[in-house]
């Protein structure tokens, strides 16, 4: 990559140098792209960056594919693991075991926590609510009513930066 870098830069000053030679190339498009295509190595080097983004695109995809796959892997091994729980837990129900000691563990029973369960929340009081109010703007309302000709104060269209679109 630090020669593709290299590269890069070395070809943006060539082309700064070739517009600045040539000042009618800015006003023809094809010409000023025949004249790139032929006096430089642009498209070359455009053809090796698209090349190792669409690599790098399908390394990141592999990678995903891969944690998509460990991820799978992982919830099937919690599931038995809680699958064996339980198992060992219905034995030692089932044996009125409080307590067992292993080579590999100690398993022992103990009592369910107490929890809250809400059976008609219309019945609550007021003071058994919590209220969590998130005050933030609704740029989708802002952009309507600046679309509209309506002046927001506190707000502006800003034009992100040029993107580049690769179609492959």
Do not use: H, N
């Amino acid at each position: 990559m630090p020669d593709l870098l290299f590269e890069v830069t070395l070809l943006e000053k060539e082309l700064q140098d070739l517009l600045a030679a040539y000042p009618e190339l800015a006003e023809d498009e094809q010409l000023r792209a025949d004249t790139i295509e032929g006096e430089t190595e642009a498209q070359a080097v455009l053809s090796r960056i698209i090349s190792q983004a669409l690599d790098a695109e399908a390394m990141a995809a592999a990678v995903q594919s891969r944690i998509d796959a460990l991820k799978a892997r992982q919830a099937a091994s919690q599931r038995r693991r809680e699958a064996m729980r339980r198992f060992a837990q219905r034995l030692m129900l089932a044996g009125g075991l409080k307590s067992v000691r292993l080579p590999e563990a100690t398993l022992s029973i103990s009592r369910g926590r107490d929890s809250i369960e809400i059976t008609d929340e219309d019945a609550l009081p007021s003071w058994a609510w919590s209220v969590d109010v998130v005050r933030k703007p609704s740029k989708t309302a802002i952009k309507e009513a600046i679309d509209a000709g309506v002046t927001v104060p506190g707000a502006q269209v800003r034009t992100g930066e040029q993107t580049l679109a690769v179609r492959t």
